[in-house]
């Protein structure tokens, strides 16, 4: 079970990645909608993906998303 909840987080983060790249100006609102998960567990993906480098926010409200060049989004 663990492996599956494993799997499933690691599938949650790339997706955030993917949207983020897609749309950096989108919300955590509106990933939590899009993946059917809860605000505070998008936070949670988007602050180790800010902790491991892979992602920053420039600016607060109207801010936008900044994925780094290492993300490979296939």
């Given at each position: 079970a663990i492996k599956d909840?494993?799997?499933k987080l690691y599938k949650s983060v790339k997706k955030v990645?993917?949207?983020v790249h897609e749309d950096n100006m989108i919300s955590i609102n509106k990933l939590a909608q899009i993946l059917k998960m809860?605000?505070?567990g998008i936070?949670?993906?988007i602050k180790e993906l800010k902790k491991d480098g892979l992602l920053?926010?420039?600016?607060?409200?109207g801010g936008h998303w900044i994925v780094k060049e290492s993300y490979d989004a296939r």
């Amino acid at each position: 079970a663990i492996k599956d909840e494993s799997l499933k987080l690691y599938k949650s983060v790339k997706k955030v990645l993917s949207l983020v790249h897609e749309d950096n100006m989108i919300s955590i609102n509106k990933l939590a909608q899009i993946l059917k998960m809860s605000e505070a567990g998008i936070k949670k993906i988007i602050k180790e993906l800010k902790k491991d480098g892979l992602l920053e926010r420039e600016g607060f409200k109207g801010g936008h998303w900044i994925v780094k060049e290492s993300y490979d989004a296939r």
